[in-house]
Structures are given as structure tokens and as C-alpha cells.
């Protein structure tokens, strides 16, 4: 029989975890083992040129010093190419996907900037101009509004071709895109439930537009509150800011559950163990939304 919640923890191994991540993964964890669930874990390496030494088997020391058990092996994206490449080509002969010969600086200039950063004008829409060749692949967007509902967000709408525009789906490097690759992933691993942090809400059209083309079923999502450091931006791994202390794994934990707005347990946990069986009956998202009809 076929769970009927399987959640995941996806990071990319830039670098090691820090508390937005720990955040990500304590939200994640905690309403996967409320509803009873499957969780995974997935190294999203996909970008190999970001990938840093070491990153990923210390963030898998992390989880486990913080007590998460996922299920099975971790997938890692840089083994699944060729299931990736199977996708794009899939896509490339249902005329979804084309070849696009433009540089990123070439898109720039065209000075079209939206929400998710430059709009593609679509040059190569209808074919490759005269004398260039295919540089990226990019997933042909229709003129359409994509909206869900967002179980701590609420509903949440995007306009992809006026907003976001033909998205790359396997890059000028040679390297395949997050967008395709979450989806793939998602989709094989029979994913349920997306638990991750905002800053991904604005991708999230784009995926379930990818999930539409594949056949794929819509996950649930839940777009955690970010952590933000003092100048007001998004955490990230290659800074190396507000690591996660591996010998103190229980106040990490409390500190993520109360960044999550999670109420406080009565006693201090002994063991992340402890947190975590107390944790899974308090865990509560708030809901205090309308759902998407
Ligand atoms: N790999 C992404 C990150 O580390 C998360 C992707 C996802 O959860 O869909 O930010």
C-alpha cells in the first residue's frame, strides 16, 4: 500500500547546515512524523560547481546527531543524469522543451526583470537564429495563472509566462536545473508533502506546471517562515553563517521549534530522541488560510 504522506529533506551541499536549514529540516521532520509518514533525505548536487568538499556527509552527521531517521539510501542528484536527460528528451519531442542559443548576458540585457529575476523575451522560441547553436533547454511556458494552496502561505498565484518566462531546464554547462531535477526526484521517490523554507513559493508554479507535463500527481506543500540574518537576507551555506553545533544537538532543536512558532515542551529533552517523541504530538502548522478551490 502506498503511504499516504512521504516527505523530504532536500539540501544541496554547499556547505554545512546552519539554522535556516536545521529550520527546513525540523519542519519537515516534525510534520512527516505527525501524520504518521515516510521521510528521505536527497542531496540535491545537482549544480556540481556549488558542491563544496565534505558538505554533504556533514550535514548527514548533522541530521544524525539531531536524532532524524530517514528511510532508505540518500539520493543524490549527481547520480541521476541519465534519468534527467530521459525527461528533458521526452519533453523535447512533445515540443515542450527547445534548444536555446542566448547567454545569460543576452537575456540580461533585454532588461526584463520579474519576481524570479530576468523574464526570457523568448528568442529561440520558434527555432535557433540563424548561425547559433544550443547553448541551455528551456520548458516552454504557456499564458497561464498557476495557483495552490499553501498550507501556511494560503493561496498563491503566478502568471508564468508574464512573471517567469521559458525556464531553463538544463543549463549552458552541461549541468541539469533544480527546477527539472525537484520534479524528477520528487515524482520517482513518490513524494507527497514539500515542508521547505519561502524563498522556493515562487518556484513552486513552475514545478507544478512540470508535474502537469510528466503525468506527475500534485504534492502538498508548506513554505516554512525563513531565517534571515541581521541585514535582512536569506541564510546561506557558503558563508558558513549561524552554523549548527553538533555537540548541543537538543538546543538547536528547541531553537528551530521555537523559530517555528511550536509550543515549548514542558521539561528540557534529555536526547534529540526525547524532542523528537514529544514533538511529534505537538507538532501544529498554522492554517489559517482558505484552501485553493
Ligand atoms: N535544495 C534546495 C535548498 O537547499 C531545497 C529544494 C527543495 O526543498 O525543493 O535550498
Given at each position: 500500500m502506498?503511504?499516504?504522506?512521504?516527505?523530504?529533506?532536500?539540501?544541496?551541499?554547499?556547505?554545512?547546515?546552519?539554522?535556516?536549514?536545521?529550520?527546513?529540516?525540523?519542519?519537515?521532520?516534525?510534520?512527516?512524523?505527525?501524520?504518521?509518514g515516510?521521510?528521505?533525505?536527497?542531496?540535491?548536487d545537482?549544480?556540481?560547481?556549488?558542491?563544496a568538499?565534505?558538505?554533504?556527509?556533514?550535514?548527514?552527521?548533522?541530521?544524525e546527531?539531531h536524532?532524524?531517521?530517514?528511510?532508505?539510501?540518500?539520493?543524490?542528484?549527481?547520480?541521476?543524469?541519465?534519468?534527467?536527460?530521459?525527461?528533458l528528451?521526452?519533453?523535447?519531442?512533445?515540443?515542450?522543451?527547445?534548444?536555446?542559443?542566448?547567454?545569460?548576458?543576452?537575456?540580461q540585457?533585454?532588461?526584463?526583470?520579474?519576481?524570479?529575476?530576468?523574464?526570457?523575451?523568448?528568442?529561440?522560441?520558434?527555432?535557433?537564429?540563424?548561425?547559433?547553436r544550443?547553448?541551455?533547454?528551456r520548458?516552454?511556458?504557456?499564458?497561464?495563472?498557476i495557483?495552490?494552496h499553501?498550507?501556511?502561505?494560503?493561496?498563491f498565484?503566478?502568471q508564468?509566462?508574464?512573471?517567469?518566462?521559458?525556464?531553463?531546464?538544463?543549463r549552458?554547462?552541461?549541468?541539469?536545473?533544480?527546477?527539472?531535477?525537484?520534479?524528477v526526484?520528487?515524482?520517482?521517490?513518490?513524494?507527497?508533502?514539500?515542508?521547505?523554507?519561502?524563498?522556493?513559493?515562487?518556484?513552486?508554479?513552475?514545478?507544478?506546471?512540470?508535474?502537469?507535463?510528466?503525468?506527475?500527481p500534485?504534492l502538498?506543500?508548506?513554505?516554512?517562515?525563513?531565517?534571515?540574518?541581521?541585514?535582512?537576507?536569506?541564510?546561506?551555506?557558503?558563508?558558513?553563517?549561524?552554523?549548527v553545533?553538533d555537540?548541543?544537538?537538543?538546543?538547536?532543536l528547541?531553537?528551530?521549534?521555537?523559530?517555528?512558532?511550536?509550543?515549548?515542551p514542558p521539561?528540557h529533552?534529555?536526547r534529540?530522541l526525547?524532542f523528537?517523541?514529544?514533538?511529534?504530538?505537538?507538532w501544529?502548522?498554522?492554517?489559517?488560510?482558505?484552501?485553493?478551490?
Amino acid at each position: 500500500m502506498k503511504p499516504t504522506y512521504r516527505g523530504r529533506f532536500a539540501p544541496s551541499p554547499t556547505g554545512p547546515l546552519h539554522f535556516g536549514s536545521l529550520v527546513a529540516a525540523v519542519g519537515s521532520y516534525a510534520d512527516a512524523l505527525a501524520h504518521g509518514g515516510d521521510w528521505l533525505v536527497r542531496m540535491e548536487d545537482v549544480d556540481e560547481g556549488r558542491k563544496a568538499a565534505g558538505a554533504a556527509d556533514a550535514i548527514l552527521r548533522t541530521l544524525e546527531r539531531h536524532g532524524f531517521q530517514w528511510r532508505g539510501e540518500v539520493l543524490f542528484q549527481s547520480r541521476r543524469k541519465a534519468r534527467y536527460q530521459e525527461v528533458l528528451e521526452i519533453l523535447l519531442r512533445q515540443g515542450h522543451a527547445y534548444p536555446c542559443g542566448c547567454t545569460r548576458k543576452e537575456v540580461q540585457q533585454t532588461g526584463l526583470q520579474g519576481p524570479e529575476g530576468p523574464i526570457y523575451p523568448g528568442t529561440c522560441r520558434n527555432g535557433l537564429p540563424a548561425g547559433r547553436r544550443a547553448r541551455a533547454f528551456r520548458l516552454r511556458v504557456p499564458e497561464l495563472e498557476i495557483c495552490f494552496h499553501d498550507r501556511i502561505q494560503g493561496r498563491f498565484c503566478q502568471q508564468l509566462q508574464a512573471e517567469v518566462g521559458d525556464f531553463v531546464i538544463r543549463r549552458a554547462d552541461g549541468f541539469f536545473a533544480y527546477q527539472l531535477a525537484v520534479v524528477v526526484d520528487d515524482f520517482d521517490q513518490g513524494i507527497t508533502d514539500v515542508v521547505r523554507g519561502a524563498d522556493l513559493l515562487g518556484s513552486t508554479p513552475r514545478q507544478r506546471y512540470l508535474q502537469k507535463l510528466l503525468g506527475a500527481p500534485f504534492l502538498r506543500y508548506a513554505h516554512l517562515p525563513l531565517v534571515l540574518d541581521a541585514g535582512g537576507r536569506k541564510l546561506s551555506k557558503r558563508d558558513r553563517a549561524h552554523p549548527v553545533d553538533d555537540d548541543d544537538p537538543v538546543s538547536g532543536l528547541l531553537a528551530a521549534w521555537r523559530f517555528l512558532g511550536q509550543p515549548e515542551p514542558p521539561e528540557h529533552p534529555a536526547r534529540p530522541l526525547e524532542f523528537w517523541s514529544w514533538a511529534a504530538s505537538h507538532w501544529k502548522l498554522s492554517k489559517n488560510h482558505e484552501p485553493c478551490p
